[in-house]
């Protein structure tokens, strides 16, 4: 059985994409107003907002517990639409010794399809695969699309 593995999942928006794409890319601290029942909080730590090599936390709540990770963005490429994190600290490395976060908007005239790849390393053979996370991830998306759509 491997540690490592990928988990890939595809999300139709209603919502425009390159709204979906500038508040992950550009504007994470104003996911805390639009899903607080998730995310409670957003700081940068390092750098600014949009750029490759920043630092931020985030503070949210994940299967009913408050949690804290800290991430680094690794890759922001506009013109695809995509944004690569690595958590390089907090409560998700406590059971994952690697953990990448990929999001990808496809644009097509209204079709608008959010991709999200988790790429992890888990410390042992008894830690789930982060599942739990993508639906996280999923129900984020829904939230921000909701948000964007009223």
Known sequence: MSLKGKLVSEINIKC?????????????????????????????????????????????????????????????????????????EGDILEDYKSFYITTHVETKGENNLVTWIIEYEKKNANVPDPHTYMEFALNMTKDIETHHIK
Request: hydrophobic share 30%; net charge negative; with cysteine.
């Open 16 to 88: 425009d994409g390159d709204v979906f794409h500038e508040i992950l890319g550009h504007k994470p601290h104003h996911m805390s107003s639009i899903c607080p029942d998730k995310i409670q909080n957003v700081n940068i730590h390092e750098g600014e907002w949009g750029t490759v090599g920043s630092v931020s936390s985030w503070n949210f709540t994940h299967d009913g517990k408050e949690k804290v990770v800290k991430e680094i963005v690794e890759e922001i490429d506009e013109e695809k639409k995509l944004i690569k994190k690595k958590i390089i």
